[in-house]
């Protein structure tokens, strides 16, 4: 389902005719959709306004220098007094699909209903949301598995709020769509269960689609499981709608009613590929040496307005030279993804620019084309764009051969993106040709405060780490894998 995709407003929902609150001016506004974006964050539908700004209510916000927000503690205060058997973390084994030459995309199993019913899911750390094909859905796939309402003794129709969803890109997750796909879906609230014993009967709003394009269709996961920074979200209803905006994300509704679990997920990808998990509400050391991880924290304003998890990068090297990305130009859409610009060409006077960590993209995507440039001219020459969507690549033996270690410094920490990943397969179409594992965004990716570009790091980097993410403090760390 994930792939190519737009830092601020890669997935936009339409509300079936609605305004959306303006939450920069308190405001509504018709949402802007473009046909030349690329759709893919189901985050961006609750803020798909051109500044990226996002409603954070005070009380949901992290303190500055980290902490638990008053939110999360109230509620889970309560849970502790309610609790009678503790449970831990839970692992969640992940399964792979390749699409092309190298696993970039991995999925697990959760249950939603009473009694359960499975369902496989992307968990996904650049969305908010959790997204089901209805038991009603005759284009979904014939191979996913569909919600049954009427077979779930705990299901509830409400919020009963219609939302489009658009994504950028069909299955498989690494070639953009010249369309965006589109699900059809209904906020709606039933049980959440993960694991075999543990977080079960956890109540959750969640979006049941009833429409899949056939790019959503063919993709191996049954639907998408969003991991998102903070623990409140808004649906987009107008000012006047009675029903309330706000609701718990899943992965933040487990922790308020799990007492022994932390704010805190890791992924670890064995580098046999054996062994995959995810872990919740902690991490499992057994996977990774713990000395060795390097903390980064995170842009806590950009990941507040983004509802991501968003962090400064300082520098991008190849053959242990930093690329110059200084002194480009890029001339920009009259609305660009994150920022209304001028008319006249935006000047780079260095390198700091800010990425999305995004365990549900399949590559990675540079701010635009320039950058996409810069990076692939200091690799070699011979890489160049496949189409007019931000795909680049070259012959087959060619990209093999000039494929190379890039690394990215984030913080005070270096993570590389390995060069045996650096090549995804042979590009539809092209024969002979294949696809190297960062594009670029066709509207310039800025963000709100700075206007400083942003990128998304997606598997191909994060797959050769064990990462752990922890909300309470705000940051995310990479440890060798074992």
């Known amino acids: 389902m994930k792939g190519l995709l737009c830092w601020a407003t890669a997935c936009a929902v339409v509300c079936h005719g609605a305004v959306l609150l303006n939450p920069l001016t308190s405001d509504t506004r018709p949402v802007p959709v473009s046909p030349q974006q690329h759709f893919d964050h189901p985050a961006a539908l609750l803020n798909p306004l051109s500044g990226g700004r996002r409603p954070v209510p005070p009380h949901s916000r992290l303190p500055r220098g980290g902490g638990e927000p008053d939110s999360h503690r109230g509620v889970k205060s309560r849970c502790r007094e309610k609790a009678s058997h ?24 959760i249950s939603v209903g009473t009694p359960p019913q499975k369902f496989n899911v992307v968990f996904d750390t650049g969305s908010s949301v959790l997204i089901l094909p209805r038991s009603n859905c005759t284009t979904c796939g014939a191979q996913h598995n569909l919600f049954n309402p009427s077979s779930s003794t705990s299901f509830s129709p409400l919020p009963n709020l219609s939302a489009d969803m658009q994504f950028g890109n069909s299955g498989g997750g690494t070639v953009p769509s010249p369309n965006p796909q589109i699900a059809n879906c209904t906020a709606v609230t039933d049980t959440l269960s993960i694991g075999t014993t543990a977080a079960r009967g956890v109540q959750q709003q969640f979006l049941l689609c009833d429409h899949y394009s056939e790019g959503l269709a063919t993709q191996q996961a049954d639907g998408l499981f969003g ?59 057994s996977l990774y040496d713990p000395p060795t991880v390097q903390t980064v924290p995170l842009d806590k304003e950009l990941s507040e307005m983004r509802n991501g998890w968003v962090v400064n990068l300082i520098h991008v090297s190849v053959h242990g030279r930093s690329v110059e990305f200084t002194n480009s130009t890029n001339p920009l859409p009259p609305r660009s993804l994150f920022h209304q610009f001028p008319d006249e060409e935006e000047q780079e006077k260095d390198i700091d620019h800010v990425a999305l960590l995004d365990t549900g993209s399949a590559i990675s995507v540079a701010p635009d084309n320039r950058t996409a440039g810069a990076l692939y001219a200091a690799i070699s020459p011979l890489i160049q764009p496949l189409d007019d969507l931000g795909s680049w690549g070259a012959p087959c033996e060619v990209l093999d051969r000039v494929a190379t270690d890039v690394t990215f410094t984030i913080g005070d920490a270096e993570i590389v993106l390995d060069r045996k990943y650096f090549n995804v397969g042979e590009f539809p179409g092209q024969p002979g040709v294949c696809q190297a594992v960062i594009s670029h965004s066709v509207q310039a990716a800025r963000e709100p405060l700075r206007q400083r570009p942003a990128w998304i790091i ?18 995310v760390g990479f440890g060798e894998l074992v």
Not at 234 to 260: H, I, R
Not at 458 to 475: F, H, I, P, Q
Request: without cysteine; aromatic residues 14%; proline residues 12%.
């Open 86 to 109: 503790p449970l831990g973390p839970v692992n969640i084994p992940l399964s792979s699909w390749r699409p092309g030459s190298v696993d970039l995309q991995w999925s697990g199993e």
């Open 227 to 285: 991991l998102s920074f903070l623990p409140v979200e808004y649906w987009p209803v107008p000012p006047s709608a009675s029903v309330p905006a706000n609701f718990s994300t899943a992965f933040w509704n487990l922790v308020n009613s799990n007492p022994a679990w932390s704010p805190t997920f890791s992924f670890s990808f064995s580098p046999d590929g054996e062994k995959n998990q995810l872990t919740l509400g902690g991490t499992d050391t």
């Open 458 to 475: 997606g598997n191909a980097v994060l797959r050769g780490y064990s990462s752990v993410w922890d909300g309470k403090e705000g940051t």
